[in-house]
């Protein structure tokens, strides 16, 4: 059955409030976190956040219908989220729910020029948000159902990922393509305790697309050796070292597991994208592919928040209008490019028409990272590796 690009994409999951600082261009960023200093910086920007917002909003920006659900509390920062969501686009917030007595959940972004971000970050609501507080209707209107960032929200991972792979079910028995994409576990909180192999193996075979960053996927499945290449360097010293033959092996994996596609994101290496056998419902081309592209070139990288939501909603995007996987990755990273342009997750994203005709002049893409036997350049952008049975 061919996915209905008139049906909404419902985006559900882990929706708060943004607080990026504003840090002025010139000096040392790592001055800023030196204990005791007095630093002067810029005004903040505030903006939703989230898997919700961030995946939600640019597949608005880029002309999708789209359905949003999530939960608030009924508080001051609550009404912010929903006068944001609503200025975005009126009617986006009709599937959010503010509930009395809870808090809404907030980030507070550090993001200073020339160092990765990191993030203060309260669950709020998110934490009693559950598969019931997704009602049917919504799923019955939907064409692709796309989830974010289970480990943020305690009640979806406190019981191994049972509710959230009955809610998966669910979103698949109405004829919904569907969608999972992650968040990196604090080690030092709860979630980090969390067996998510094991988290994995009971939601992944309810899912079509899954499509982590490759810090959760090594984190989720390989904690040895997730540990081992961030005590070089945390985070980005895993977007650096990892080869694409680790890549490929952790995206068959979940592949074994009745994953249709895989994404990874890398971070500013680009994306990896693997296909299984049966490909994608709806879609020819889609039968075991493995490609690699990198980012695009941006004159000036302002922020990355919100910068593998983006990826994720231009690759949603490209599912729906029917692309071929490698014109669903380059659109992925070109979305993903844009993001980058703006402080916050949303300003930056462009309609997908500008976008195409941004990508058909010549947007150039920076070197691309495969340096690794049997990948094959396709002239086009993208990489096609060993794993590729379309070659």
């Not at 669910?170 to 067996?195: F, I, K, Q, Y």
């Not at 998510?196 to 982590?212: C, E, G, N, T």
């Not at 070089?232 to 070292?241: D, I, K, L, N, S």
Request: hydrophobic share 45%; aromatic share 6%.
């Amino acid at each position: 059955m061919a996915i209905s690009a008139s049906r909404p994409i419902v985006v559900c999951g882990h929706l708060c409030l943004d607080i990026i600082l504003g840090f002025p261009p010139a000096g040392e960023p790592r001055e800023y976190f030196r204990p005791g200093r007095l630093s002067i910086v810029d005004a903040p920007v505030i903006s939703t956040g989230g898997a919700v917002s961030n995946v939600g909003l640019a597949l608005h920006r880029l002309g999708l219908p789209v359905r949003l659900a999530a939960k608030i509390g009924d508080d001051h920062l609550g009404r912010i989220v929903l006068a944001r969501i609503e200025d975005a686009g009126a009617g986006l917030g009709r599937g959010i729910a503010p509930v009395e007595g809870e808090v809404t959940s907030y980030t507070v972004v550090l993001n200073p020029p020339g160092i990765d971000r990191t993030f203060l970050h309260c669950p709020g609501a998110n934490d009693t948000f559950t598969a019931a507080d997704v009602p049917d209707a919504i799923l019955g209107e939907g064409a692709v159902f796309h989830f974010g960032y289970p480990p943020l929200m305690a009640r979806i991972w406190s019981d191994g990922g049972t509710g959230l792979a009955a809610l998966f079910a669910r979103a698949g028995e109405r004829g919904m393509l569907t969608s999972l994409d992650m968040s990196l576990p604090d080690p030092a909180s709860p979630s980090g305790h969390v067996d998510w192999d094991a988290f994995l193996a009971r939601v992944l075979p309810r899912v079509d697309l899954f499509v982590p960053s490759i810090e959760e996927l090594l984190f989720m499945t390989d904690r040895p050796g997730f540990d081992a290449i961030a005590a070089r360097g945390g985070g980005e010293a895993v977007v650096r070292e990892v080869t694409f033959a680790q890549v490929g092996r952790l995206a068959l994996a979940a592949i074994s597991r009745g994953v249709s596609a895989v994404l990874v994101k890398l971070g500013d290496r680009g994306a990896y994208l693997r296909t299984g056998p049966r490909g994608l419902r709806g879609l020819e081309g889609w039968e075991t592919r493995e490609l690699y592209t990198p980012v695009f070139k941006v004159p000036r990288v302002a922020g990355t928040t919100g910068a593998g939501d983006s990826t994720i909603a231009g690759f949603l995007a490209s599912i729906v209008k029917g692309l071929s996987p490698a014109d669903a990755l380059t659109m992925a990273v070109a979305v993903g490019g844009c993001c980058v342009e703006a402080l916050d997750a949303i300003t930056g994203i462009r309609s997908w028409e500008e976008t195409r005709e941004r990508i058909d002049a010549g947007w150039r893409r920076a070197p691309a990272a495969v340096r690794e036997e049997g990948w094959i350049d396709s002239g086009g952008g993208v990489w096609i590796g060993p794993g590729d049975g379309a070659r």
